[in-house]
């Protein structure tokens, strides 16, 4: 069966930095597109960084410059550096592998960014 299991979240300092990871088992990752969501209290999920099987990248405005997605698909991995953090990046993080129409999701991981 498929599983993606986030880790890696935790409560940083505005500014601080944290490193996401999402382990896949039962997929061949590769040819997946991998994506990091995440949701706040009261607010849809939405898209932050994502890539395709082919390595191509593409992040929300609001994390440009800031937020780096990769894959290390010996480890069947997609990870998700958060650098200079802020208060709005407080969410749930979710990971997701996708091909064609379907999604896979992970459970989640909470990021808090305060003081």
């Known amino acids: 069966q498929v599983q993606l299991v986030e880790s890696g979240g935790g409560l940083v300092q505005p500014g601080g930095s944290l490193r996401l990871s999402c382990a896949a088992s039962g997929i061949i990752f590769s040819i997946y597109r991998k994506g990091w969501y995440r949701q706040a209290p009261g607010k849809q999920r939405e898209l932050v960084a994502a890539?395709?099987?082919?390595?191509?990248?593409n992040y929300a405005d609001s994390v440009k410059g800031r937020f780096t997605i990769s894959t290390e698909y010996a480890k069947n991995t997609v990870y998700l550096q958060m650098n200079s953090l802020k208060p709005e990046d407080t969410a749930v993080y979710y990971c997701?592998?996708?091909?064609?129409?379907?999604?896979?999701w992970g459970q989640g991981t909470q990021v808090t960014v305060s003081s």
């Open positions: 890539i395709t099987s082919g390595d191509k990248t």
């Open positions: 997701s592998a996708g091909i064609g129409g379907y999604d896979y």
